[in-house]
């Protein structure tokens, strides 16, 4: 007889059904593209779409802390904005290309030209409202 627990929560087969079928729609959600110094002007600065870039490095706090917003543009914006990461420690070229001075640094490119940038760690509503002013401008 289920108990409390599972009527609540379902069995346990139930939630690892759930947990399954969860963990394959987060596989397939729309990611931003991870860039290099290399294949930079190619992927975005030649794009003909609005691209967001994300200049970030593994032991930057507040770049961890935007991870989760980049994604969520990445999948909110899917076929209208390219999307993109730039692991800073591994790719020095580009920041020094942009007169980066800190991370996270997030760049705003249209037409292969830099129109905006975000420096520092911002709330959702702040890196959609640059979307959409750059989107169809």
């Known amino acids: 007889m ?4 599972d009527k609540l929560f379902g069995s ?9 079928a969860a963990s394959q729609a987060q596989e397939n959600r729309p990611k931003p ?18 691209a967001i870039v994300d200049l970030w490095a593994e032991w930057c706090n507040p770049c961890h ?9 990445a999948v909110e914006y899917d076929g209208r904005v390219v999307v993109a990461k730039l692991d800073v420690d591994h790719n020095p070229n580009t920041p020094a290309r942009f007169g980066i001075m800190g991370i996270p640094t997030v760049l705003f490119i249209k ?22 002013k750059w989107l169809d401008a």
């Open 33 to 50: 593209i991870h860039v290099t110094d290399a294949d930079f002007d190619q992927v975005i600065m030649k794009s003909d779409k609005l």
């Open 12 to 20: 346990k087969e139930q939630q690892q059904k759930t947990s399954a």
């Open 111 to 132: 037409n292969g030209r830099e129109v905006d940038r975000i420096v520092g760690a911002q709330s959702y509503v702040a890196f959609a409202n640059k979307v959409e």
């Open 2 to 5: 289920p108990g409390l627990f």
């Open 65 to 73: 802390l935007i991870a989760p917003i980049i994604e969520d543009l």
